[in-house]
């Protein structure tokens, strides 16, 4: 993302101009964009013209409108965002209050202003304006029968494939039809691959499984890639790192980053994936990913409830009066809740932030959309690591995520 | 595709969606499939709403299902329309015996149902059908079997109603009445009694070699094949895995010499006939070690003897510790535990004597009963101890005990519920020869037969069962306890999958999306809150599952509630909790099915607990909020 213009006054109303340069950058967009905010851009409006004999056209025009914010919806397939709203500025084809929706386009800027810019937003600016940290991962998470081909950027992991059919086992004199049904799955996990890993970017290709089907998996897929002569694949076999996993779930993501056990090599890889695997210059390309550190952080707060279960807390109930308390040291926070419609309840999760930070506290904010992150979501989407033991009463009656 | 939705007055308003009328989706379906059902009808009915008497209770106030068939008020005509096609549908398939059966057993069942018997009297088959499909009050299925109610419809041949209604009983003839069924049932009784056993372990332990050499031992695999086992092994470099091999049949199980998958084997003892489960003892097999555990009635237990493989097996994280506790969780209670790889320490007493003490203990403490554990020592390489035939002077110094085949023949039986509603698990899917296709699975409850109509859970569909099959022999009809092939017809081969149901059509599982269960925790290092991940292993399912509650915490010997909403639990606890399932998951409660009522937890490649159903909190749709839990 790029900044180009900020004009936010002492009472942090004001607006800022952006212009998102990648699909991630629509992200950190959809989190800053709220509703009962201006948002200026470039769009296309149908407009029907009458010409002086009465006839009627309609053409499509460019124009810029100003729009107040009603709805915002991201999707996650295209990276699409998508802001619907009442015009607010006089313009020669819309009128004032006409409805219009406006999609956010890569390299075309836009100018979003808020009464009220709180800090959570402002560091989302500055985070998305970093231009450091770019390693973007694919992830092919897998058991017999299902897997999943994940991207994983800085703030997002996306799920962009999903594969699960049914294998038939392995019977007494017949395991013919397993051995057919295990290369239709494996072809298609490629054709998924081929589909939606863009080499350009992604920097390593991981491939994980319990038992053996990653190497099974890797195995069939390079020796198709030599027959087929799919290019691609050959060119970016150095690319390809094979992780143990639990299961072919998608949220074993989690375990795999956390262990990162990288495979012995007495089961017979493929030569080129263990020079991978003793390239030393991988593991700090990992280390710096957000999803990674998420994980670490999300670990702790559970080593310490496992440890010192009131040094520990969730719930925004008791997560702010240990921020009252001046008790916060680690503040884990799903972004999710400042997306939050109600003015007030976003409000409350803000100062919880600026509590803790004002203290001295650490604050990490979780991408909603890392696997850690969601799950960071059904406990309540906030958690505390403490400095020291406060004592829960159970008396909460905090309402189900 | 995720779709992530924010804005200022939607929100806040959620319209619920009305199930009671069909969505368009639904309205193009059932178009859709009846163009795709070779039908009678020149054309598809149209679709129309059929009023039905709600949850089986007289009621004026009647939610409006839509079944795809003519006008209700033409109920004669729907009748001739029905007998008409129906003939037709004789000439057309050899599938006669299919369209009638069970008349006496559906009284039965409409009887214990009595509730809405008021539903069933005289009036056309779809209503009387229908009623059936309200029981449940569980709108998951009633959405489910509406749409098979559907397909039925159009291609009579395959409505379960049907059997509903005593009609000319020449075509009933072809099937069994449940008094024959049960005159079947008393001569197998009278036979040798049937077993499931699961063989478990850890990596290595010797299980599909002790396996493997016992089956050659009572001749089950004949001399040839098990000398080419025996050269093929060895020119991969694997000849100490010949025996493991009869077992271990994929090719990337040999090349490894790892067991991965379960595999089904058979045998005969002087009482018994066993089906034989060999597990795989590799932590990362866990999942399939579960799904064949929850299939058997009694397990052996295969330890390896050799210094420090014992060991490795029994510390924590070794799978002789985490198998017998899934086992004993799984509903196995007797077993037998085969001191293995004895001719490694050179048969030493002291060794097996300090090796059932130890083990013996801890057996007890997981909750087995002394009197249902029994210890063999053996090799499964050299074959000692197995039947008998080879005679070993070291060993018979000391023990005087039963040999491993004496010791399976005094299982003592377990009893089958075969008098309750038919369910089967399918393990296994695969493309038979002739029409349809096969699965396998154990039958839990009940009992089945060539030309039974099944309904298939969570697809819907409607099946007609063609064959029966037990190891490779086709069988008039299985019990309870049974490990089957069913042949079926009748539904695409793609909408059935591992962990799906065959049941009875009148009495269908229930569906869930969110229960609450109770569990037991295991060893486990983190603490488990709520919003845990966890994958829930289930029959044959393993599917991922949200903690979304923790309910409270129990005490672990009397039950009762020793804390309310505890922040997290820690390992050996027991608690109440809720879970929650991106699909629905179709299941039972523990207390109606014992055996389809327990699951397992696991969490990164650990067990963690051991459950138990105790209430359905929502099937899908959310107009059944709250459904019963009664049976
Ligand atoms: N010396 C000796 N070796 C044995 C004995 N039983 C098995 N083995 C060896 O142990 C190794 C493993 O045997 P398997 O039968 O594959 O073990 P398993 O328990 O089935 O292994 P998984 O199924 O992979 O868990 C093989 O090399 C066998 O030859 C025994 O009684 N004595
Ligand atoms: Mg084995």
Known sequence: MKQVFRNIDKYYAGSVELVPEEPEDMWHAYNLVAVGDTLRSTTIRKVQTESATGSVSVNKVRTTLCIQVETIDFDTQGCVLRVKGRNIQENQYVKMGAYHTLDLELNRKFALGKHEWDSVALDRIDMACDPTQHADLAAVIMQEGLAHVCLITPNMTLLRAKIETTIPRKRKGMCAQHDKGLTKFYDQIIQAVLRHVNFDIVKCVLIASPGFVKDQFAEYMFTMAVKMDWKILTDNKSKFVLVHSSSGFKHSLKDNKSKFVLVHSSSGFKHSLKEVLQDPSLAPKLADTKALTEVKALDEFYQMLMNDADRASYGVKHVEKAVDLQAVEILLISDELFRAQDVQKRKRYIKIVDGVKENGGEVRIFSSLHVSGEQLGQLSGVAAILRFPIHDDDDDSEEEG | ??????????????????????????????????????????????????????????????????????????????????????????????????????????????????????????????????????????????????????????????????????????????????????????????????????????????????????????????????????????????????????????????????????????????????????????????????????????????????????????????????????????????????????????????????????????????????????????????????????????????????????????????????????????????????????????????????????????????????GLAINDVSYPCAFAGDHVTVTITGMDMNNIHVGSMLCDPTSPLKSATRIKAKIVLFNVEIPITKGFMVVFHYQSITEPAVIKRLNSQLNKSTGEVIKNKPKCLVKNMSAVVELEFDRPICLELYKDYKDLGRFMLRYSGHTIAAGLVEEVLKSKSKTDEGVSSSG
């Open chain 2, 1 to 466: 595709m995720k779709h992530i939705k924010r804005s200022c007055n939607i929100m806040n308003e959620i319209i619920p969606f009305d199930f009671t009328t069909p969505s368009p989706d639904d309205i193009v379906r059932s178009k859709q499939k009846a163009a795709f059902t070779r039908t009678a009808f020149a054309t598809a009915p149209p679709t129309v709403i059929l009023k039905v008497p709600p949850k089986g209770r007289q009621s004026s106030k009647s939610p409006e299902k839509t079944i795809n068939s003519n006008d209700q008020a033409t109920n004669s005509q729907l009748n001739s329309d029905k007998s008409e096609s129906l003939q037709k549908s004789q000439t057309l398939s050899n599938n006669v015996k299919t369209s009638l059966n069970i008349d006496s057993d559906k009284g039965r069942i409409v009887a214990s149902n009595s509730e809405d018997s008021n539903l069933r009297t005289g009036k056309s088959d779809l209503k009387t059908d229908s009623g059936v499909l309200t029981v449940k009050s569980d709108s998951k299925v009633d959405t489910l079997k509406l749409e098979s109610k559907t397909d039925s419809f159009l291609t009579p041949k395959k409505d379960p109603s049907l059997g509903a209604i005593p009609r000319s009983a020449s075509k009933a003839k072809l099937l069994l009445d449940p008094a024959k069924m049960k005159e079947e049932y008393d001569k197998r009784l009278a036979e040798k009694d049937q077993l499931n056993m699961v063989v478990i372990g850890h990596v290595d332990a010797g299980k599909s070699t002790l396996m493997g050499h016992l089956l050659y031992q009572l001749g089950e695999i004949n001399q040839r094949i098990m000398h080419k086992y025996e050269q093929e092994s060895k020119k991969l470099g694997k000849g100490s895995f010949a025996f493991a091999w009869v077992l271990d049949e994929t090719e990337e199980e040999r090349a490894r010499g790892v067991t991965m998958d379960i595999a089904q084997s058979r045998f005969e003892t002087p009482k018994k006939v066993i089906t034989l489960l060999d597990a795989p003892g590799h932590k990362d097999f866990i999942p399939n070690m579960i799904t064949g555990t929850a299939q058997a009635d009694v397990a052996i237990l295969v330890v390896n003897a050799t210094k420090g493989e014992f060991e490795t097996g029994f510390e924590l994280g070794g799978q002789t510790r985490e198998h017998a506790i899934l086992a004993r969780s799984l509903g196995v209670t007797q077993l037998i535990v085969a001191v293995n790889k004895m001719d490694t320490i050179d048969w030493l007493e002291t060794r097996y004597n300090d090796i059932t003490k130890k083990l013996g203990q801890f057996l007890k403490q997981v909750g087995y009963k002394e009197n249902d554990i029994s210890f063999i020592p053996c090799s499964g390489l050299s074959g000692v101890n197995l039947t008998g035939r080879i005679p070993e002077p070291k060993l018979e110094s000391w023990y005087k005990g039963s040999t491993l085949e004496e010791q399976i023949d005094k299982f003592k039986v377990v009893t089958r519920s075969i008098d309750k509603p038919f369910r089967l698990c399918v393990g296994d899917i695969f493309k038979g020869m002739g029409s349809g296709f096969s699965v396998t699975g154990r039958i839990v409850t009940g009992s089945v037969q060539p030309g039974d109509r099944l309904l298939v859970l969570p697809s819907g569909d409607s099946v007609a069962v063609k």
